[in-house]
């Protein structure tokens, strides 16, 4: 299992698009700025797509629970502001 739990600052806007015929109905991304100042792509769909670009903005600092893709980045299950 390769569950991973971030918290960081947002670096920039949140990426929001819709996307037709796919596996999912919309897609979110971010920018997160860890304590240690790594910088990690987070991924959201669907349901927590739609959270992230209607409440999240640059600056917030936020915590992910999510997963690791194979690309380094991360998948998110839960998002908490």
């Keep these: 299992m390769n569950r991973c739990f971030l918290m960081g ?3 920039e ?3 929001f698009k819709f ?3 796919g596996k999912h109905d919309s897609i979110a991304n971010i920018k997160l700025k ?3 100042n790594t910088i990690v792509k987070v991924t959201a769909y669907d ?3 739609d959270y992230c670009y209607r409440r999240l ?3 917030d600092l936020i915590i992910v629970d999510g997963r690791l893709n194979t ?3 991360i ?3 839960k998002i908490y502001k």
């Design 9 to 11: 600052i947002i670096q």
């Design 13 to 15: 806007e949140v990426k």
């Design 19 to 21: 996307v037709l015929n």
């Design 34 to 36: 860890l304590l240690n």
């Design 47 to 49: 349901k927590d797509a």
């Design 57 to 59: 903005s640059q600056y």
């Design 71 to 73: 690309d380094y980045s």
């Design 75 to 77: 998948i998110v299950e």
